[in-house]
């Protein structure tokens, strides 16, 4: 997971003002160009941070390092040789791509491939504290 002074970091080099947008108690600072999303609770803390893989149709791809080495251009298989097998997966049912989730004691990461599962198309990470009452058989964020 990336560290508090990590996400700093990362922000701080950004040439990019973030758009701000508010959803029910969260605020969301969208790095579009940066390929990277943010989501606050109402005490400003993070609690999920999106990472864009290829060019969607509102963010670029995020450029950075991913958690546990993995590369946007792994397979399913890498990543499972990379961190083992998931927690949970399923397919998403807004967009229909595979996922996967992998659940560490301090954050969730949430892997969503392309539909063939030759790439990631996003990582997600996640704060296990807030979003464990999600996790009743419903897709999680991401």
């Known amino acids: 997971m990336f560290s508090h002074n990590e996400i700093l970091t990362l922000l701080s080099n950004s040439d990019e003002n973030p758009t701000v947008d508010h959803f029910a108690e969260m605020e969301i600072l969208d790095f579009c160009q940066n390929g990277v999303s943010i989501y606050l609770d109402a005490a400003r803390c993070i609690i999920t941070l ?10 670029c791809q995020y450029e950075g390092p991913l958690p546990h080495e993995l590369s946007f251009k792994d397979d399913k298989v890498a990543v499972h040789n990379k961190i083992g097998i998931p ?5 998403e049912k807004s967009t229909a791509a595979p996922y996967e989730r992998y659940d560490f004691e301090h954050y969730w990461l949430h892997i969503q491939y392309s539909a063939d599962c030759l790439a990631i198309s996003m990582v997600t990470l996640m704060s296990p504290f807030e979003l464990a009452k999600c996790d009743q058989d419903q897709p999680t964020l991401g």
Do not use: C, N, V
């Not at 999106?50 to 963010?59: R, T, V």
């Not at 927690?87 to 397919?91: A, C, D, L, N, Q």
């Open 87 to 91: 927690t949970k997966s399923g397919i």
């Open 50 to 59: 999106f990472l864009f893989g290829y060019a969607d149709e509102d963010h």
